[in-house]
Every structure is written in structure tokens, then in C-alpha cells.
């Protein structure tokens, strides 16, 4: 099959069913180093972290990048996350998550997550036994330079 008989999709769209989201306080840990004799302290992803981004990429190993040739260094994108939580929305953040995402689907491309230009989150209540995150990007079509 040649490569102009692949469908090109004009956005990459990731369904994750996840018991629950990662919080913030779930996402990362505090860590210590020493580095020249002096110990420096920083935040690492936790075992929670990445197990989900795990998650995605293993989703996204399923994926023909074929489909995707958009998805490359030379493009600015737009990223929208909707997430479906079963419990009290309003008690959870949706920044943390976005980022954990973002980092799994960009890495996997090999892309620098830097070019995302548009960012859309939104939070959504649904009873449902386990809470859902819809991902999609897209190449963006705004110039950043005018």
C-alpha cells in the first residue's frame, strides 16, 4: 500500500478509562540527592504518576503514526483535555492531570510539548464506576507571531 492510500486523521483523539486521576498530591513526591557535597531536593513523578503515563503510552503504541504525519517538530498544536470524574469535580484539579498527559502523548511523538499554543481543559461530572479523560490535539492553525 502506498502512502497515499493512508487516511490521514486531522486529529489524534485518546479515550482513557482510569479508576481514578491522579491528583496533585498523588503525582509527585519529594526526593533528595547529593550533587558536590551538598544535598538538593527536588519533586520526582510518583509510582502513581507513572503508571499512567504508562498507560497512555502503551494506548498509543497501538496507534499507525502513519495516520498522524502532522504530528512532528515543525508544527504548533492545539490540546484539549476533557475529563469525567465520578466523584465531586470541584474538589479536584485538572491542570495536574493535563500535564502528565501532555508529557506521555508529546514524548511518544518525540515532540517538544513546548509548541502547544492552545490549551483547552474542561471538567465534567459523570456517575460511572470509573473516571474518563478525552484527549485530542490537533495542529493549530492561530500564528503565534502576529
Given at each position: 500500500?502506498?502512502?497515499?492510500?493512508?487516511?490521514?486523521?486531522?486529529?489524534?483523539?485518546?479515550?482513557?478509562?482510569?479508576?481514578?486521576?491522579?491528583?496533585?498530591?498523588?503525582?509527585?513526591?519529594?526526593?533528595?540527592?547529593?550533587?558536590?557535597?551538598?544535598?538538593?531536593?527536588?519533586?520526582?513523578?510518583?509510582?502513581?504518576?507513572?503508571?499512567?503515563?504508562?498507560?497512555?503510552?502503551?494506548?498509543?503504541?497501538?496507534?499507525?503514526?502513519?495516520?498522524?504525519?502532522?504530528?512532528?517538530?515543525?508544527?504548533?498544536?492545539?490540546?484539549?483535555?476533557?475529563?469525567?470524574?465520578n466523584k465531586s469535580p470541584?474538589?479536584?484539579?485538572?491542570?495536574?492531570?493535563?500535564?502528565?498527559?501532555?508529557?506521555?502523548?508529546?514524548?511518544?511523538?518525540?515532540?517538544?510539548?513546548?509548541?502547544?499554543?492552545?490549551?483547552?481543559?474542561?471538567?465534567?461530572?459523570?456517575?460511572?464506576?470509573?473516571?474518563?479523560?478525552?484527549?485530542?490535539?490537533?495542529?493549530?492553525?492561530?500564528?503565534?507571531?502576529?
Amino acid at each position: 500500500m502506498s502512502s497515499s492510500n493512508i487516511d490521514v486523521a486531522p486529529t489524534l483523539r485518546i479515550i482513557l478509562e482510569v479508576k481514578n486521576v491522579v491528583s496533585v498530591n498523588d503525582a509527585y513526591v519529594p526526593s533528595s540527592m547529593m550533587k558536590g557535597g551538598k544535598r538538593h531536593h527536588f519533586l520526582r513523578l510518583s509510582d502513581a504518576a507513572k503508571k499512567f503515563k504508562n498507560k497512555v503510552t502503551k494506548q498509543l503504541k497501538n496507534l499507525d503514526k502513519k495516520k498522524y504525519p502532522w504530528f512532528n517538530s515543525k508544527n504548533l498544536y492545539t490540546f484539549t483535555v476533557l475529563v469525567y470524574f465520578n466523584k465531586s469535580p470541584l474538589n479536584r484539579d485538572l491542570d495536574n492531570i493535563c500535564k502528565l498527559l501532555q508529557d506521555a502523548v508529546f514524548s511518544f511523538f518525540k515532540v517538544d510539548d513546548a509548541r502547544v499554543i492552545d490549551l483547552h481543559l474542561r471538567k465534567n461530572y459523570k456517575n460511572a464506576p470509573k473516571e474518563y479523560i478525552i484527549a485530542e490535539i490537533a495542529p493549530s492553525d492561530r500564528d503565534i507571531f502576529k
